[in-house]
């Protein structure tokens, strides 16, 4: 039987966890995942959890933050000025922005704080400094 390995395409079913048992994404109700082996497509936990892994097989893995989104970190915490935001614009906290990035690209920040005069707001990855658990299932190998 063979085993993924880098540069295999593969496709899987999965569930991610939280440490506190909460699920915060699965594709068992969706097509699965698709991706390359070791194409930096991944995290790098969940990558080399599939790696080396046969058609069918199951694993449960525990991916520690380091391998996930990292550390939780504190220069991500901006503040901005309201002026900067569309005037209409009602900010609460909660709500995720798209901020423009020098170069073109886009980044996400959820805004934490609300003043009169600016806001907060972060932009680590919702899952920075969580270890992950993943019950894994890989479907095909191409």
């Keep these: 039987m063979s085993k993924a390995k ?10 991610g966890k939280l440490k506190s048992g909460q699920i915060f994404d699965s594709s068992l109700e969706r097509d699965p995942l698709a991706f390359t082996v070791g194409g930096g497509q991944m ?14 097989e199951k694993t449960n893995v525990t991916i520690p933050c380091a391998e996930a ?15 900067q935001l569309p005037a209409d614009m009602k900010p609460e906290v909660g709500q995720t922005l798209v901020a423009s990035q020098e170069g073109g690209g886009e980044q996400h920040v959820i805004i934490k704080d609300v003043n009169d005069q600016m806001i907060t707001v972060d932009a680590n990855h919702p899952l920075a400094g969580e270890d992950l658990f993943f019950e894994i299932e890989l479907l095909s190998i191409d």
Excluded at 6 to 15: E, F, G, I, L
Excluded at 45 to 56: R, Y
Excluded at 72 to 82: A, G, K, V
Aim: charged content about 25%; aromatic content about 8%.
């Design 43 to 56: 995290i790098p936990g969940f990558d080399a959890a599939v790696n080396g892994m046969g058609v069918s």
């Design 69 to 83: 989104y990292g550390d939780r970190r504190d220069d991500m915490l901006q503040q901005i000025s309201r002026t």
């Design 6 to 15: 880098a540069n295999d395409k593969v496709k899987v079913h999965y569930t």
